[in-house]
T-cell receptor, first 113, second 116 residues
Framework: AQSVSQHNHHVILSEAASLELGCNYS??????LFWYVQYPGQHLQLLLK??????LVKGIKGFEAEFIKSKFSFNLRKPSVQWSDTAEYFC???????????FGSGTKLNVKP | ETGVTQSPTHLIKTRGQQVTLRCSSQ?????VSWYQQALGQGPQFIFQ???????GRGNFPPRFSGLQFPNYSSELNVNALELDDSALYLC???????????????FGEGSRLTVL
């Protein structure tokens, strides 16, 4: 069965600390990978995506993610977090037919000023 | 703002009743998908509509059904409500074309359903 696992449910960091959020997926086929973010009081929005090509993708606000096919992983990273990065982050997988989405359970990031 | 609007924002129903949730897609988007998000969980894919036809479905029973209209607005209908149906229901619109699938979803704020 298709699934997306996010290992960290709640992460607390101080400003300027480095961030890495884990995401592993189980899907039998070509995948398209996403990270979505939900800032407090706002709707879900796209942070970055990977379809093909360079496995290291860059998104908005200094975030990046690396697709490692052999590990079925798509971890999110940021070298130095800011208080404004406080949000909930969701990893998602979309099948090759663009007609099914699978989201992880989310990671709440709390950045202390 | 995503341009995706959902109604109602909150509603309360009793077990066994039926509910209809509505979504207005962002202009120019021809695809809509619906998600159920229980407290503390990620969005769970219910189904997707493209050009008024369901073209993808998650692990939800048939009592979850939908419609997409020519103007790309959409409805989610849930029959025979159960207590476990209490959740936030999210609508997302996107563009799907043969050679231009961005895959990006534009979400609405959601409709919070409570089943008593």
């Amino acid at each position: 069965a298709q699934s997306v696992s996010q290992h960290n449910h709640h992460v607390i960091l101080s400003e300027a600390a480095s961030l890495e959020l884990g995401c592993n997926y189980s899907y039998g086929g070509t995948v398209n990978l996403f990270w979505y973010v939900q800032y407090p009081g706002q709707h879900l929005q796209l942070l970055l995506k990977y379809f093909s090509g360079d496995p290291l993708v860059k998104g908005i606000k200094g975030f990046e993610a690396e697709f490692i096919k052999s590990k079925f992983s798509f971890n999110l990273r940021k070298p130095s977090v800011q208080w404004s990065d406080t949000a909930e982050y969701f990893c998602a997988v979309m099948g090759e037919n663009f007609n099914k989405f699978y989201f992880g359970s989310g990671t709440k990031l709390n950045v202390k000023p | 703002e995503t341009g995706v609007t959902q109604s109602p924002t909150h509603l309360i129903k009793t077990r066994g009743q039926q509910v209809t949730l509505r979504c207005s897609s962002q202009s120019g988007h021809n695809t809509v998908s619906w998600y159920q998000q229980a407290l503390g969980q990620g969005p769970q894919f219910i189904f997707q509509y493209y050009r008024e036809e369901e073209n993808g479905r998650g692990n939800f029973p048939p009592r979850f059904s939908g419609l997409q209209f020519p103007n790309y607005s959409s409805e989610l209908n849930v029959n025979a409500l159960e207590l476990d149906d209490s959740a936030l229901y999210l609508c997302a619109s996107s563009v799907r074309e043969p050679f231009a699938n961005t895959g990006e979803l534009f979400f609405g704020e959601g409709s919070r359903l409570t089943v008593l």
